[in-house]
T-cell receptor, first 116, second 116 residues
Framework: AQTVTQSQPEMSVQEAETVTLSCTYD???????LFWYKQPPSRQMILVIR??????QNATENRFSVNFQKAAKSFSLKISDSQLGDTAMYFC?????????????FGKGTKLTVNP | DADVTQTPRNRITKTGKRIMLECSQT?????MYWYRQDPGLGLRLIYY???????NKGEISDGYSVSRQAQAKFSLSLESAIPNQTALYFC???????????????FGPGTRLTVL
């Protein structure tokens, strides 16, 4: 079974600074996807960024980027120019892609606070 | 995401009561999911459905049942609620066709359920 580990239960960063959230995962699959979801206090789950395992290039979405290290099974999220609206829980998630089975396995989350 | 709605948004019930949580979507997606979120545990998959006739158990299906009434509706039932089913419940949808990213799940706003 796949597992996802987020080793930082809580983090804080000053507004406009850069912060990196860690995620590691365990799988024997070679074809899979990785995601970061954001959950603000409104509790809505919002997709931040996704990475396809067979793509070596790291995904980027505006101020959000990932450092995907497939051999190390590491998938960290970097938030640049942090904003107050980035305050949220962040979840790393794994999905194996085989036979159309699209089930997300989530980590336990990292609570990020952006301070003014 | 207004395309995926959940009712009720909040519910308090008593031990032993039957309760149904409903999910509706206007995305036209075939695939629907129910997740449960507990503090410190992230989200865990309860049931998923790839079409009206295809329903599958997830990681933590004991104590729950589901009904896929139509492509757009997927309900989760607790036949006899117990206090440890107190949690935040999310519905999600996805579409495996090539026109949309097949790996992206879209979440509803969540239902906060309290079992006394």
């Amino acid at each position: 079974a796949q597992t996802v580990t987020q080793s930082q239960p809580e983090m804080s960063v000053q507004e406009a600074e850069t912060v990196t959230l860690s995620c590691t995962y365990d799988t024997s699959e070679s074809n899979y996807y990785l995601f970061w979801y954001k959950q603000p206090p409104s509790r809505q789950m919002i997709l931040v960024i996704r990475q396809e395992a067979y793509k070596q290039q790291n995904a980027t979405e505006n101020r959000f980027s990932v450092n995907f290290q497939k051999a190390a099974k590491s998938f960290s999220l970097k938030i640049s120019d942090s904003q107050l609206g980035d305050t949220a829980m962040y979840f790393c998630a794994f999905m194996k892609k085989r036979g159309g089975s699209e089930k997300l396995v989530f980590g336990k989350g990292t609570k990020l606070t952006v301070n003014p | 995401d207004a395309d995926v709605t959940q009712t009720p948004r909040n519910r308090i019930t008593k031990t032993g009561k039957r309760i149904m949580l409903e999910c509706s979507q206007t995305k036209g997606h075939d695939r629907m999911y129910w997740y449960r979120q507990d503090p410190g545990l992230g989200l865990r998959l309860i049931y998923y459905s790839f079409d009206v006739k295809d329903i599958n158990k997830g990681e933590i299906s004991d104590g729950y049942s589901v009904s896929r009434q139509a492509q757009a509706k997927f309900s989760l039932s607790l036949e006899s609620a117990i206090p440890n089913q107190t949690a935040l419940y999310f519905c999600a949808t996805s579409d495996p066709t090539p026109t949309t990213p097949p790996d992206t799940q879209y979440f509803g706003p969540g239902t906060r359920l309290t079992v006394l």
